[in-house]
């Protein structure tokens, strides 16, 4: 932890996530101008060579609409799963474009505004996350179709990006990608907070999750500043970085003068470590 903190979770996670994104824009690439297809698709689907991942809301949906079980689906779908049991929501704090999107823009109007982040201006109860997710999957089974599929606004980044490279042409679908990633400037990660229904599966997967911030009461001095950093408005002073909504992005961790959140894998409790029955 000591030489992981010389550079801050904040440095690996942007470096985790330029990483990802870079990845994104130069799978068309190698596709379109070296006819390189070992890998293909973005992150709802994707392959390397015979290896398929595919995203648990996706795979649900097809699993609901088809009423069927198809096993290289469940392959696909297996790893995203596993690791979702483990760590969470943490594609959607490491990986997620969407969320990439939105902190590099966060970080283009704090460095111009001279504040340190957004502040949330418009607060809805959690519990709407739930709602998305269930109200998605139930107009899915209406309409017969998996709407996630085709409305997804992370899928819809490697989407446009695909369609700009093949096709050098954006569809009316961009404009749903800036509008959500312009919601973080009313709300910090309003769309991930509140509505995005692959982030509520993964929440719900990753309900008991093994990997989670914890914070050590004895030297907390409750300054409130991982409360005020928190980008999905939790409070990790008060215990809320074990909460399954919680995406392990570690900002929390990184602004605490203390020291007192960390990261632990569950079974080596915070109550054990800091010397609690």
């Known amino acids: 932890m000591k ?4 550079r801050s979770w904040s ?16 799978i068309p690439l190698l596709n379109f101008y070296l006819n390189f297809n070992f890998i293909q698709g973005w992150y709802q689907s994707l392959s390397f060579g015979d290896l ?7 795979g649900l949906e097809r699993i ?4 069927s079980i198809y096993g290289p689906l469940l392959v696909g779908m297996l790893i995203p799963v596993v690791l979702a049991l483990l760590c969470g929501r943490v594609f959607c704090g490491w990986i997620c474009p969407i969320h990439y999107l939105s902190d590099l823009t966060e970080r283009v109007t704090g ?7 957004t502040k949330d201006r418009w607060l809805l109860p959690r519990q709407i996350l739930w709602v998305a997710l269930i109200g998605e999957l139930f107009l899915s089974l209406v309409v017969g179709a998996p709407i996630f599929v085709f409305m997804s606004p992370p899928g819809l980044v490697g989407r446009e990006l695909m369609r700009l490279v093949f096709f050098h042409a954006l569809a009316l679908e961009v404009f749903i990608i800036v509008g959500v990633v312009g919601m973080t400037l009313i709300t910090r990660r309003f769309y991930c907070r509140y509505l995005c229904p692959l982030g509520g599966l993964l929440a719900l997967i990753g309900h008991r999750r093994k990997l989670r911030v914890v914070v050590n009461p004895n030297s907390c001095i409750h300054c409130n500043k991982c409360d005020n950093s928190c980008p999905l408005g939790l409070k990790p002073q008060q215990g809320e ?25 569950r079974g080596w409790s915070s109550g054990e470590q800091y010397g609690q029955k």
């Open 111 to 117: 460095a111009i505004t001279r504040s340190k982040h």
């Open 3 to 6: 030489v992981l903190r010389q």
């Open 11 to 26: 440095f690996w996670r942007l470096t985790v996530q330029s990483a990802s994104f870079a990845l994104l824009i130069s």
């Open 64 to 67: 609901l609409i088809t009423r």
């Open 241 to 265: 970085g074990e909460y399954s909504q919680c995406w392990n992005c570690g900002t929390c961790v990184d602004v605490c003068p203390q020291e007192s959140l960390s990261y632990r894998w």
């Open 52 to 58: 398929w991942f595919v995203s648990p809301l996706e």
